[in-house]
C-alpha cells in the first residue's frame, strides 16, 4: 500500500505486505530529515533518519529514501506487522533554525490481521 | 535512564483555572520544547528553550509561559485555561536535531 501528501490519510495493508509512506517536504534548504512513529496514547518515537546527502538509509525493516529533486521523502516498512500500526510522522531540519523540526501532519497505518 | 517525564499525565481544568505542566529530562540536552497535538493535526511548537535560563516562542505561543530554570526541568503555564488549550501536550528534548519525546499530558478545559 501507498499514501501521498502531509494529509491524515489512513493507510491500510495486510499483515505481512510492505508499506510505503510518503512525505513531500517544504524548503530546499532542509538537510536532515527524521521519520517519527507514533502509537495511540504514546508520544512520538524515533524511527530513521536521513541527510541530504544520502538518497536511501536502510534501518531494522524500515528504508528512508530522499528525493531532492521533487522534495520528497518514503518511508518504507517491509513485512509489516500488527505492531507497526501507528500515526507516522516526518519531520524536516533546517540548519540555523534553532533545532526546530517542521513537522507533517502524519499518516495513519493499519495493519490487517 | 527515565529519558523524557511528564506530570501530571491527566488533568481536568475549569475555565480560566492556572496550572503548570512539568517536563523533566535525564539525558543532559540542551534543548527542550512543548508541543500541543491536537486531533487530525501534527504537532505544533508552543515554546522552546537553547538552555538553562532561555525560552523562546514558537508558533502557537499565545496563553502559554514557560520557564527553564533547571537545565533537566522544563516548565509550561497556563495563566488562565480557555477550552481551546483542550490538547495533548508534549515536552521534547534533544541534544542535536533528533528530538526525543515524553509521553504527554492530557488536558481538558470545560
Known amino acids: 500500500g501507498e499514501s501521498v501528501g502531509l494529509h491524515l490519510p489512513t493507510l491500510s495493508v495486510q499483515e505481512g505486505d510492505n508499506s510505503i509512506i510518503n512525505c513531500a517536504y517544504s524548503?530546499?534548504?532542509?538537510?536532515?530529515f527524521i521519520w517519527y512513529k507514533q502509537e495511540s496514547g504514546k508520544g512520538p518515537q524515533f524511527i530513521i533518519d536521513i541527510r541530504s546527502n544520502m538518497d536511501k538509509r536502510q534501518g531494522q525493516r524500515v528504508t528512508v529514501l530522499l528525493n531532492k529533486t521533487v522534495k520528497h521523502l518514503s518511508l518504507q516498512i517491509a513485512a509489516t506487522q500488527p505492531g507497526d500500526s501507528a500515526v507516522y510522522f516526518c519531520?524536516?531540519?533546517?540548519?540555523?533554525?534553532?533545532?526546530?523540526?517542521?513537522w507533517g501532519l502524519g499518516t495513519s497505518l493499519a495493519v490487517n490481521p | 535512564n527515565a529519558g523524557v517525564t511528564q506530570t501530571p499525565k491527566f488533568r481536568v481544568l475549569k475555565t480560566g483555572q492556572s496550572m503548570t505542566l512539568l517536563c523533566a529530562q535525564d539525558m543532559n540536552h540542551e534543548y527542550m520544547y512543548w508541543y500541543r497535538q491536537d486531533p487530525g493535526m501534527g504537532l505544533r511548537l508552543i515554546h522552546y528553550s537553547v538552555g538553562e535560563g532561555t525560552t523562546a516562542k514558537g508558533e502557537v505561543p499565545d496563553g502559554y509561559n514557560v520557564s527553564r530554570l533547571k537545565k533537566q526541568n522544563f516548565l509550561l503555564g497556563l495563566e488562565s485555561a480557555a477550552p481551546s488549550q483542550t490538547s495533548v501536550y508534549f515536552c521534547?528534548?534533544?541534544?542535536?536535531?533528533?528530538?526525543?519525546f515524553g509521553p504527554g499530558t492530557r488536558l481538558l478545559v470545560l
Open positions: 521534547a528534548s534533544s541534544a542535536g536535531e533528533t528530538q526525543y
Open positions: 524548503n530546499s534548504a532542509s538537510d536532515y
Open positions: 519531520a524536516e531540519y533546517r540548519a540555523g533554525n534553532n533545532r526546530k523540526l517542521i
